[in-house]
T-cell receptor, first 112, second 117 residues
């Protein structure tokens, strides 16, 4: 079983739509969770960390459900510039030598 | 505000040639990583270094070696390049080691695009 699993999409949504991505992780002892954004053939960039209480940054909301072992990312009022691949990232715990586990990414295209 | 710097940005090699990809970070991070990303696939960890003086294999270490030269620098070497190693290589770094450092993300360099003919 993969450490982190994501629906690859693609998600094609009109401008202004709300879209949500989910990601599941296998290690219940996982400590840290992140969403990254990756534009075509460029480096992944941190979009936001995911905290236990959930967190919001403008149009973006991230949530963590430890009981069901998934994290989610909600994008409201989608912009054309939101088109990218969104990567779910989990950092299990210190004992794993600080490895980070990446999902394969969910592709989003926002259509005019 | 350099962050993570990778060199070179592009390279074309012939099969059997060797080369070293360089990575340096100026954020005083103790953990560094090398990934490869192939078209349509996710990031795959090649090697990582949790702290200066240690290195460990990741998911796809065969055909590669690494050196953690000092806290700032972590290099990746291809001893005898093969076409299957054509890929985009990303270096990353993060802070690691104490409870107060939980939720510290990785920071990436902008990649080395390597083609092996």
């Amino acid at each position: 079983r993969k450490e982190v699993e994501q629906d690859p999409g693609p998600f094609n949504v009109p401008e202004g739509a709300t879209v949500a991505f989910n990601c599941t992780y296998s290690n219940s002892a996982s400590q840290s969770f992140f969403w990254y954004r990756q534009d075509c053939r460029k480096e992944p960039k941190l979009l936001m960390s995911v905290y236990s209480s959930g967190n919001e940054d403008g149009r973006f909301t991230a949530q963590l459900n430890r009981a069901s072992q998934y994290i989610s990312l909600l994008i409201r009022d989608s912009k054309l510039s939101d088109s990218a691949t969104y990567l779910c990232v989990v950092n299990p715990k210190k004992d794993t030598g600080n490895q980070f586990y990446f999902g394969t990414g969910t592709s989003l295209t926002v259509i005019p | 505000n350099a962050g993570v710097t990778q060199t070179p940005k592009f390279q074309v090699l012939k099969t059997g040639q060797s080369m070293t990809l360089q990575c340096a970070q100026d954020m005083n991070h103790n953990s560094m990583y090398w990934y490869r990303q192939d078209p349509g696939m996710g990031l795959r960890l090649i090697y990582y270094s949790a702290s200066e003086g240690t290195t460990d294999k990741g998911e796809v270490p065969n055909g590669y070696n690494v050196s953690r030269l000092n806290k700032r620098e972590f290099s990746l070497r291809l001893e005898s390049a093969a076409p299957s190693q054509t890929s985009v290589y990303f270096c990353a770094s993060s802070l690691f080691g104490a409870e107060t450092y939980s939720n510290q993300p990785q920071h990436f360099g902008d990649g080395t695009r390597l083609s092996i003919l």
